[in-house]
């Protein structure tokens, strides 16, 4: 069983920056294609970033596109979410999982997430 462990989130003002990050146990991440998360309160969970196990193919929500950049080590088994020109719309829980398809379907159980919280 694959766990996941998000951290890195936090407060941060409109237009500042954070990095989140994810760190997996249990399976090596190099085979699959992982994917970035993210749940406002009273809205269902929505992917905004994944890439391919070799770090060269990324897809982005058109919310994330130009602001937020995803990476991969695998040699750490750990992804990572760079988020820059935060907006308040931003504000949610951001989860990291292995996807599936083109409509980027979780493979795992849920980690706890990691808060980020962007004011205005």
């Known amino acids: 069983q694959v766990q996941l462990v998000e951290s890195g989130g936090g407060l941060v003002q409109a237009g500042g920056s954070l990095r989140v990050s994810c760190a997996a146990s249990g399976r090596a991440l190099r085979s699959y294609t992982m994917g970035w998360f993210r749940q406002a309160p009273g809205k269902e969970r929505e992917v905004v970033a994944a890439v391919n196990w070799s770090g060269t193919t990324t897809y982005y929500a058109d919310s994330a596109k130009g602001r937020f950049t995803m990476s991969r080590d695998n040699a750490k088994n750990t992804v990572y979410l760079q988020m820059n020109s935060l907006k308040p719309e931003d504000t949610a829980v951001y989860y990291c999982?292995?996807?599936?398809?083109?409509?980027?379907?979780?493979?795992?159980?849920w980690g706890q997430g990691t808060q980020v919280t962007v004011s205005s």
């Open positions: 999982n292995g996807v599936l398809g083109s409509d980027y379907r979780p493979m795992w159980s």
